[in-house]
C-alpha cells in the first residue's frame, strides 16, 4: 500500500456553468437531487483510503464549506484524516490569474507538510467511479513521472468539448494534452486526474509559478511531457464532465436510468454526503410519478416524469414536471407545467403556468425567484 | 452551555412480546417506524430538541443493536461537550451484585449514582417506545410554576378506551387527586403517557425507600406515583395534544404507519422547527422505474419501485419489482418484492423476500399479517 494525500482542485477556465455558478462553487453544485458534485471525488478518496484531503475553493466558498463541514460523513477518521477546505491568499479580480497552479502555489506550505509520498489531484466537475489506491499503485509501479487518467469516448465531435484530450503513443506515454476541438468521434479524454510523487507536484508548481502566472496544471504536465515519463491510465465505468448547462443537465438525466446509475453506485462503493435529517417522501392520491429520482422530505401531487426531484421539493395538484431536474425546496405550483428545466433551489412556480423549453436547450429558473 | 437543569433517563428495556417476531433479536425501542426511523429516535430527538444535554438510556432485553445505535448520540445532535447519550444496562458494582431491573423505578434506583454525577434540579422519566413530538421545556415550566413535586403528562383518550390505561383524576386546578391503573370505570378520560418529571431529591428519597420495600413491584405507576400521593405531594398533570401512539402490537404498529398517510396527521414528520433525527444511512436517492405508480404512499431514500404501491409505508432500502403489488401493507428495511408479486394488508420484516409472482396477506383479514419469514415464489 502506498500512501497518498488527495487534493480537489478548483475548477479552471474551461468550465462555466450558466446560472447555478452564480451562486455556489462548482463543487457545491446538487446533483441526482441528494449529492453535491464534490461527494464524488471525496467519497472516491475516502473509500481509497485516502484521508488526508484538500480541497481548494477559487470562488463563492459558503455552500462548499457548509457542506464539507468537518468531512465526518465522509468517513474520514476524525483524528488520524483531516479535510482542509484551502483558498488562494491572493485572488484578483482577473480571472485568467486565478489558475489552480496559483492555488497551489500560494497554499505550498500546505502541501510540503503533508507527509504522503503521492498524491492524487482529482477535480470536482468530474463524475466517476475510481478506485485511487489502485491508480497510485499502476502509476509507483510503472516508473512514470506522472499519469493521468483518461477515458475513451466515441462521440467526442460533440460532448466534452470543453474537456483536454490526451494523445497517447502505443505504450500509453502521453505526448501532449490539447483541448478537445470536436474534431473526431474517437478520443482520450482527460480526466483531469493525476497521481506522482508530492516532491515532483511540489517541483512542477514551482516551474509552472516561475514560467508564466497563466499557467495551469495542464499547461506544465503538457510541456515536460516531452522530457518526462507522463502516461495515460485507462478508465471504464460511468463517466461525465460537467463543464456547462448542457453537460450539467444531461448528466443528471442520464442517470435516471437505473442500470446507468448502477454503474457509478455500488454498495461496496458509497458516495457519501451530508444528511438533512428530511422526512420520508409522501406521495398523494393524485401524484403520478414515473421513471424519476426523488429525494426525501418531498409533498407529491402531481405528474413526475424523466425527473429528478431535490430534496424538500413540492409539487403540487395538477402540476407536470417532465425531462427536468428540480433543486431541494423548490415549489411546482397547481397546474404549472414543466418541461425540460434545471430549476435552482427554492424557486417557486406559481403564477406562470407553462415553462417548456426545447430540449436541445434546456432552461434556467433562478435560485429563490418567484414565477 | 450551563449545568444541566433537567436530565432524561428513557426506560428501553422492555421487549415487546406482542410485537413477535419483530422483537426476536432487538428490543421495541429498536423497532423501525415511519419508513427511516427507530421509534427510540422521537423520545431521543424531543431531548434534543427541547434542550436537553444529558440522556440515560436504560436497557436489558436484546440491547446489543439498541446500546449501538443510541450510543451514537451525533445523531441527535446530543455530542457537544458536557451533552451525550449513556447507555445504561445492569451492572456489577462494588457494594451490589449484577441485579436484572426489576421495573421501571428499580432501572432508576440502581442508577442514582449515575444521576447524582450531574447534581440536576430535575429528572425526566421517559417510555423508550411511545411515538409522539413533545417539548419537555414547556412541560417542565409549567411543573415549576405550579411549585410541583413531580409532573405527569397526560392524554385525553376516548371514555370507551380509558379502561386500558392508567387515569389520573384532577381537580380544576390541575393536581392529581386520585390514580387508578386501568379501572374498570373510569371517572376521567386522562391517560398517563407515561412522562414524568420529578424533583430529583424527592424522588431519590422515594426510591431508595422503594428499593428497601419487600412488597414493592418496583413501578412507576403501580409504586411510586401512589406512595407519592399517599404523602399528599404536589403531582401536577400536564395536558398534551397532538398525536401520541404507543405501539404495542402487530396491528396498532402498523396503524401507526398508516396514520402517515393522512394528509391532516397530527404528528407531521414534514414540520422543519421539530425533526426527528435518526441514523444517516448511505443510500441512492428514491429510485421509480417506467412502470411505477404511487398512491398514498410514504417512500424513503434507497427504496427501487417499479410496481404499484398503494396506501403503504416503505422503509429504507425495499424493492419492489416490476409488475409487483404493494396494497395496504407496510414493509420494513430491506423488504424484497419480486416481480409479479402481490402483497395486501400486511406487515413485512425486515430484509425478508416475497418471491415472483407470491400473494401474502388478504384484503378481508380482521388481523393484519405478519409475514417474518421468506414467501417462496416461482423459480
Redesign the interface.
Known amino acids: 500500500m502506498y500512501s497518498a494525500f488527495g487534493i480537489v482542485k478548483p475548477t479552471g477556465r474551461n468550465v462555466w456553468v450558466d446560472g447555478l455558478e452564480d451562486y455556489r462553487a462548482v463543487g457545491a453544485f446538487s446533483f441526482m437531487g441528494r449529492y453535491r458534485l464534490i461527494d464524488f471525488p471525496v467519497s472516491n478518496m475516502s473509500n481509497s483510503g485516502i484521508d488526508c484531503i484538500q480541497v481548494y475553493i477559487k470562488r463563492k466558498p459558503l455552500s462548499l464549506t457548509a457542506h464539507l463541514g468537518s468531512g465526518r460523513h465522509y468517513n474520514i477518521n476524525s483524528k488520524r484524516g483531516d479535510l482542509q477546505v484551502l483558498f488562494p491568499e491572493n485572488r484578483t479580480e482577473h480571472d485568467l490569474y486565478n489558475t489552480d497552479i496559483d492555488s497551489f502555489f500560494t497554499n505550498i506550505e500546505k502541501i510540503i507538510e503533508m507527509p504522503q509520498e503521492y498524491v492524487v489531484i482529482a477535480p470536482a466537475y468530474m463524475i466517476y467511479k475510481m478506485d485511487y489506491s489502485e491508480l497510485v499503485k499502476q502509476h509507483a509501479e510503472s516508473g512514470a513521472d506522472v499519469s493521468i487518467a483518461y477515458h475513451s469516448v466515441d462521440n467526442a465531435n460533440e460532448s466534452f468539448l470543453n474537456c483536454n484530450i490526451l494523445n497517447l503513443n502505443k505504450q500509453k506515454g502521453v505526448e501532449s494534452i490539447v483541448p478537445n476541438q470536436g474534431t473526431a468521434k474517437n478520443k482520450n479524454i482527460s480526466m483531469d486526474t493525476y497521481v506522482m510523487k508530492k516532491t515532483m507536484f511540489i517541483d512542477l508548481v514551482n516551474a509552472a509559478h516561475k514560467l508564466s502566472s497563466m499557467y495551469t496544471l495542464r499547461d506544465i504536465v503538457n510541456d515536460v511531457s516531452c522530457t518526462m515519463d507522463v502516461r495515460g491510465i485507462p478508465h471504464r465505468g460511468f463517466f461525465a464532465s460537467i463543464t456547462d448547462f448542457k453537460s450539467y443537465y444531461d448528466a443528471n438525466i442520464a442517470l435516471i436510468n437505473f442500470k446507468t446509475a448502477r454503474e457509478l453506485f455500488s454498495t461496496d462503493w458509497p458516495i457519501y454526503t451530508k444528511t438533512n435529517d428530511s422526512c420520508p417522501t409522501q406521495y398523494f392520491q393524485d401524484a403520478d410519478v414515473k421513471l424519476s429520482v426523488v429525494s426525501n422530505g418531498c409533498l407529491i401531487e402531481g405528474s413526475v416524469e424523466n425527473s429528478i426531484i431535490g430534496r424538500g421539493c413540492e409539487i403540487k395538484k395538477g402540476a407536470v414536471v417532465k425531462n427536468s431536474v428540480i433543486l431541494a425546496g423548490a415549489v411546482i405550483g397547481e397546474d404549472v407545467h414543466v418541461e425540460n428545466q434545471v430549476v435552482d433551489k427554492r424557486a417557486k412556480l406559481i403564477h406562470v403556468k407553462e415553462l417548456v423549453s426545447d430540449p436541445s436547450e434546456p432552461g434556467y429558473i433562478k435560485r429563490g425567484d418567484t414565477i | 452551555m450551563k449545568q444541566n437543569e433537567m436530565l432524561a433517563m428513557i426506560l428501553a428495556g422492555g421487549r415487546g412480546s406482542r410485537l413477535h417476531d419483530l422483537t426476536n433479536k432487538v428490543a421495541k425501542p429498536a423497532v423501525s417506524y ?3 426511523y427507530r421509534i427510540i429516535d422521537f423520545p431521543l430527538s424531543n431531548c434534543a430538541n427541547s434542550g436537553i444535554d444529558v440522556v440515560g438510556v436504560l436497557t436489558q432485553y436484546e440491547s446489543v443493536l439498541l446500546n449501538s445505535y443510541v450510543a451514537a448520540g451525533r445523531r441527535w445532535g446530543l455530542d457537544a461537550k458536557d451533552s451525550g447519550v449513556y447507555v445504561l444496562p445492569p451492572r456489577e458494582k462494588a457494594d451490589a451484585n449484577l441485579n436484572v431491573y426489576r421495573g421501571t423505578a428499580d432501572a432508576i434506583s440502581q442508577n442514582i449514582d449515575f444521576i447524582d454525577s450531574y447534581a440536576p434540579e430535575h429528572v425526566l422519566i421517559l417510555s423508550g417506545d411511545h411515538i409522539y413530538k413533545m417539548n419537555y421545556a414547556k412541560m417542565l415550566a409549567e411543573h415549576n410554576s405550579h411549585g410541583a413535586a413531580a409532573t405527569i403528562a397526560v392524554i385525553e383518550v376516548p371514555k370507551k378506551e380509558a379502561s386500558r390505561f392508567g387515569i389520573m383524576n384532577t381537580d380544576e386546578t390541575g393536581r392529581i387527586v386520585e390514580f387508578e391503573e386501568k379501572p374498570e370505570h373510569p371517572k376521567s378520560n386522562l391517560a398517563s403517557m407515561g412522562i414524568y418529571i420529578f424533583n430529583w431529591k424527592l424522588l431519590r428519597k422515594m426510591l431508595i425507600s422503594d428499593m428497601k420495600d419487600p412488597d414493592s413491584s418496583h413501578d412507576f405507576g403501580k409504586d411510586i406515583i401512589p406512595a407519592l400521593l399517599a404523602e399528599e405531594k404536589l403531582l401536577h398533570a400536564y395536558k398534551f395534544k397532538g398525536y401520541w401512539k404507543d405501539v404495542g402490537t402487530i396491528d396498532s404498529l402498523w396503524e401507526a404507519n398508516m396514520d ?2 393522512d ?1 391532516n396527521n397530527e404528528l407531521d ?2 414540520d ?1 422547527r421539530w ?4 441514523e ?1 444511512v ?1 443510500t ?18 434507497g427504496c ?1 419501485v417499479d410496481g404499484e404501491v398503494k396506501n403503504s ?1 416503505l422503509f429504507t432500502g425495499t424493492k419492489v419489482g416490476t409488475g409487483a403489488k404493494v396494497i395496504d401493507s407496510v414493509l420494513m428495511p430491506g423488504v424484497i418484492v419480486e416481480d409479479g408479486a402481490t402483497i395486501t394488508r400486511a406487515l413485512v420484516a425486515d430484509g425478508v423476500k416475497i418471491g415472483k409472482n407470491a400473494v401474502v396477506g388478504s384484503a378481508d383479514s380482521v388481523e393484519i399479517e405478519l409475514i417474518a419469514k421468506k414467501v417462496k415464489g416461482d423459480e
Open positions: 415511519g419508513g427511516k402517515l398517510l394528509p414528520l414534514h422543519n425533526k426527528i433525527y435518526t444517516d448511505t441512492l436517492p428514491q429510485y421509480l422505474g417506467p412502470n411505477a405508480n404511487l398512491k398514498q404512499v410514504f417512500l424513503t431514500q427501487t409505508v
